[in-house]
């Protein structure tokens, strides 16, 4: 039986042993990865190429609300990511979704309905909530935003959560294992496509993605 692999990142044991376990439920050969903050999400996903899926905490320490999706999908393309998230209203899902999330998982589910929610991933579908109704995006300053988040390339996504890091060129270049001057590049093209001056100005305008989930 052809083994599959999933990667539940995630910061409370507990959770992760829920996911786990409705993983297990499913039957086959899983092998199952755990990490319980954003670096190790990212170095599990590092080493395991092969991954079929990972289960994201939308709330993990050592990074930002949806700029943890951000990065690791231009990372990560082939690697399909579902939120999971205690803050499940309209906004946060659909925000999620529109960043590239192949599904979003409330931390009130029960078991059956985070294991259909896996399966329907896996099947190649995108799993939301019963409840959820889809609809737009009700701030236009956010679906302008979100529609010129697409027109970075995934190295420019990935300086850009960087720079949300608060990264120096110097430490993103390292990083990446390219030259500075390329990611003086990078800055000056993520400046242009989202209409803003600075990187200060680009950090904030970041923000404003994540604030549906503080309000």
Avoid at 15 to 21: D, N, P, T
Avoid at 72 to 99: K, M, N, Q, Y
Avoid at 144 to 157: E, F, S, V, Y
Avoid at 183 to 198: E, G, M, Q, R, T
């Amino acid at each position: 039986m052809t083994e599959q692999t999933i990667i539940i990142a995630d910061d409370h044991p507990l959770f992760r042993g829920a996911l786990r376990q409705a993983v297990s439920d499913m039957g086959g050969n899983w092998r199952i990865e755990e990490a319980g903050d954003f670096t190790a999400a990212r170095e599990a996903a590092a080493r395991h190429p092969e991954a079929d899926l990972m289960l994201l905490d939308l709330a993990m320490p050592g990074i930002s609300g949806f700029s943890g999706l951000m990065s690791l999908r231009a990372e990560f393309l082939g690697l399909p990511i579902v939120i999971i998230s205690a803050t499940d209203d309209a906004t946060t899902i659909r925000r999620a979704l529109e960043l590239g999330a192949s599904g979003f998982i409330s931390k009130s589910a029960g078991i059956d309905d985070i294991r259909q929610s896996i399966q329907a991933v896996l099947a190649g579908d995108i799993a939301t909530p019963t409840s959820y109704q889809g609809g737009q995006e009700q701030d236009p300053d956010v679906a302008d935003l979100i529609h010129r988040l697409h027109t970075l390339t995934p190295q420019q996504g990935r300086v850009l959560t960087m720079l949300a890091e608060g990264l120096l060129n110097k430490q993103i270049a390292y990083e990446l294992s390219v030259s500075e001057a390329t990611i003086k590049a990078h800055v000056s093209a993520i400046l242009l496509k989202l209409n803003v001056d600075s990187r200060t100005q680009a950090v904030i305008q970041l923000g404003k993605i994540n604030m549906a989930m503080v309000a």
